[in-house]
T-cell receptor, first 112, second 115 residues
Framework: DAGVIQSPRHEVTEMGQEVTLRCKPI?????LFWYRQTMMRGLELLIY????????DSGMPEDRFSAKMPNASFSTLKIQPSEPRDSAVYFC??????????FGPGTRLTVL | AQSVTQLDSQVPVFEEAPVELRCNYS??????LFWYVQYPNQGLQLLLK??????LVKGINGFEAEFNKSQTSFHLRKPSVHISDTAEYFC?????????????FGAGTRLAVHP
């Protein structure tokens, strides 16, 4: 089992550019979560999908952020346009049971 | 609303010494509690969880935690730490107000094990 796969692992971009983060959940998992980790705010849930459907997007900071899950094996988190305050580590996690989430290695985003 | 407070941002300890990482929670309903570990440049990994039953929960890598309802605490302990335990540890509580298990994480405790 390869675990949750995220790409890229590191992304450096300039303010105003579009950024797309990708996630492949563990096969068979029907829940997917996107988190953001910063020193100031800690770990925050951005959005939760169940069976490919967005259930809770109340954590998405603003309209510049969007997430999709076109099928059970792929999800994207897009920021357009990006701003320096979006610099953070973004984690994707998946689960097949309510009480355990499996996290990917994260994408470290730096917006200059 | 559910919340978690991790009382120590950093805990330095010598190798083979015991360690306790403190976590207090606030919850108005049934409590489900978790400890996750984040090794450098990696994602979070579940160490242990309390769902019900015995208040002493054993996890991976020799860690254990005790659920104390009267003190609203869920402290993490290990009797003898190794250099490899150096990592950030997060306590979390479940919030089901949205109809699913939303984890509310504490700010984290950085455990630094010194030789």
């Amino acid at each position: 089992d390869a675990g949750v796969i995220q790409s890229p692992r590191h992304e450096v971009t300039e303010m105003g550019q579009e950024v797309t983060l990708r996630c492949k959940p563990i096969s068979g998992h029907n829940s997917l979560f996107w988190y953001r980790q910063t020193m100031m705010r800690g770990l925050e849930l951005l959005i939760y999908f169940n069976n490919n459907v967005p259930i809770d997007d109340s954590g998405m900071p603003e309209d510049r952020f969007s997430a999709k899950m076109p099928n059970a094996s792929f999800s994207t988190l897009k920021i357009q346009p990006s701003e320096p305050r979006d610099s953070a580590v973004y984690f994707c996690a998946s689960s097949s049971s309510w009480d355990t989430q499996y996290f990917g290695p994260g994408t470290r985003l730096t917006v200059l | 609303a559910q919340s978690v407070t991790q009382l120590d941002s950093q805990v330095p300890v010598f190798e083979e010494a015991p360690v306790e990482l403190r976590c207090n929670y606030s919850s108005s309903v049934s409590v489900y509690l978790f400890w996750y570990v984040q090794y450098p440049n990696q994602g979070l990994q579940l160490l242990l969880k309390y769902l019900s039953g015995s208040t002493l929960v054993k996890g991976i890598n020799g860690f254990e935690a005790e659920f104390n309802k009267s003190q609203t605490s869920f402290h993490l302990r290990k009797p003898s730490v190794h250099i490899s335990d150096t990592a950030e540890y997060f306590c979390a509580v479940s919030d089901f107000s949205g109809g699913y298990n939303k984890l509310i994480f504490g700010a984290g405790t950085r455990l630094a094990v010194h030789p």
